[in-house]
């Protein structure tokens, strides 16, 4: 194993390759991202040919940072966070040779994007209790259920979705992993609304959907470790982003304060009490990055999530709250139209407003805040685990509303 200077001097040589034969200026962003999926820069830590370079994680900030400062389009990495900052980091651990090469390039450029099926309206942080069924029909399987809160559901050409295979097992050994063809007969995909006017997400109904058997990851009965896997690195992707000093929604407060022109003191004393908490958090994401293994994050993703969580909120309300009357409007419209919505053109035009409104789900997706001091209670903290009186009953026999 190499030093992690060795390590991040071969990354600095492959970045000034890269933007030396594909400046971001004369470039089309596509172009750019399979460029770059080719040079190992996707996912840095990820072995060479799935887009990595078999380095450490921690340089990925090297990555994103250089190329943000060198202008390039990097804005894949949230329109299609589920598959870039989750789904590739399943291939990657779970998936086969085939299903990578297959998957990981098209995810990379946009080609394709991804959705993550995991939450019913009877499962969602007892995520292990869902109902999906998936029953095995030849080389093929037929789901038949109902997803909900499916994030970019409508924009999708692939989801990862955990179905139930085995009732007569407890509830966390009989589940079966698939990637599901989002266009496939039988799915049905209806927008549902947020707090923000947009349908960002939707419910998914699964009718007789046939799925062939090439597209299961890891083995029938596996599902459980899939999952896990797949919400460690969502809560990496959700809280542990690390943006540039000073950027993001403190960024945001600080220009909001600059050009309100207030000398207010207590203002002016909370904004930098919340810079150093952001600051303080930024330099902790990147240290934990450091001891992270690729594609399967540990508990650190949950320390970032439930940290990133309070922190957003906590920063967008201070910011709408230096806009006096005209924080309690949006000033780019309440709606936009569920069947355009894109992650892209949000980022890109998300008032302090709006994201004020869009911070209360960061408690709640990808994992509750009560469920992330669950984890760490359990798993970092050693505590005694709370009870499960259902965890050995077979599925079928548990209660359900
Ligand atoms: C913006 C957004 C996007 C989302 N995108 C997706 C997506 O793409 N795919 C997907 O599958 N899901 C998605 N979700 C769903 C999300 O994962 C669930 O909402 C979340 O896991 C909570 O599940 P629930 O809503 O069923 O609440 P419940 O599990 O019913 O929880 C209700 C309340 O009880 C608390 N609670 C539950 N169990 C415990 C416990 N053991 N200890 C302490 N407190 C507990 C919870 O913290 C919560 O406050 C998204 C949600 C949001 C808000």
């Known amino acids: 194993m190499t030093s992690l200077d060795d390590q991040a001097a071969d990354v600095n040589d492959a970045i000034d390759t890269l933007l030396s034969q594909f400046p971001p200026s004369r470039t089309d962003a596509k172009a750019f991202w399979g460029a770059q999926f080719d ?99 030849g080389d093929e399987w037929v789901v038949n259920g109902q997803k909900t809160w499916t994030t970019l559901a409508h924009l999708s050409k692939w989801g990862m979705v955990v179905t139930r295979t085995d009732p007569d097992q407890p509830k966390h050994r009989g589940m079966t992993y698939f990637i599901v063809d989002m266009e496939a007969e039988g799915v049905d995909i209806r927008p549902l609304y947020q707090i923000t006017g947009e349908a960002e997400f939707n419910d998914v109904f699964f009718d007789d959907v046939h799925i062939p058997d090439d597209q299961r990851i890891d083995d029938v009965g596996a599902g459980w470790r899939v999952v896990m896997t797949t919400l460690m690195n969502e809560r990496v992707a959700i809280g542990g982003r690390t943006f540039p000093r000073s950027d993001g929604a403190v960024g945001v407060a600080m220009d909001v304060w600059n050009e309100s022109g207030s000398g207010d003191v207590a203002t002016r004393r909370e904004l930098a009490r919340l810079w150093g908490e952001v600051e303080a958090f930024r330099l902790t994401t990147l240290r934990a990055a450091e001891n992270m293994q690729a594609g399967v994050p540990g508990p650190e993703g949950s320390t970032a999530k439930l940290a990133w969580a309070d922190l957003n909120k906590e920063v967008t309300s201070f910011t709408v709250s230096m806009l006096g009357f005209d924080g309690a409007t949006i000033p780019e419209g309440y709606s936009l139209d569920p069947t355009t919505y894109d992650t892209r053109e949000v980022e890109r035009v998300m008032s302090p407003q709006r994201a004020f409104l869009r911070a209360r789900a960061n408690s709640i997706e990808g994992g509750t805040s009560e469920i992330m001091r669950n984890i760490l209670g359990e798993r970092v903290l050693g505590l005694p685990g709370e009870p499960r009186v259902d965890k050995d009953l077979p599925w079928k026999d548990v209660p359900r509303g």
Do not use: Y
């Open 39 to 137: 040079a190992g820069l996707a996912w840095v830590d990820f072995p060479k040919g799935d887009g990595g370079l078999g380095v450490s994680p921690s340089h990925r900030e090297l990555v994103s940072r250089r190329l943000a400062e060198a202008g390039a389009e990097t804005w894949n990495t949230t329109a299609n966070i589920l598959g870039i900052g989750m789904g590739a980091g399943v291939l990657v651990t779970h998936g086969t040779q085939d299903q990578r090469k297959r998957w990981l390039r098209p995810m990379f450029t946009m080609d394709e994007i991804w959705c993550q099926m995991f939450s019913e309206p009877g499962a969602g942080s007892d995520i292990a209790s869902l109902a999906t069924r998936a029953v095995r029909d």
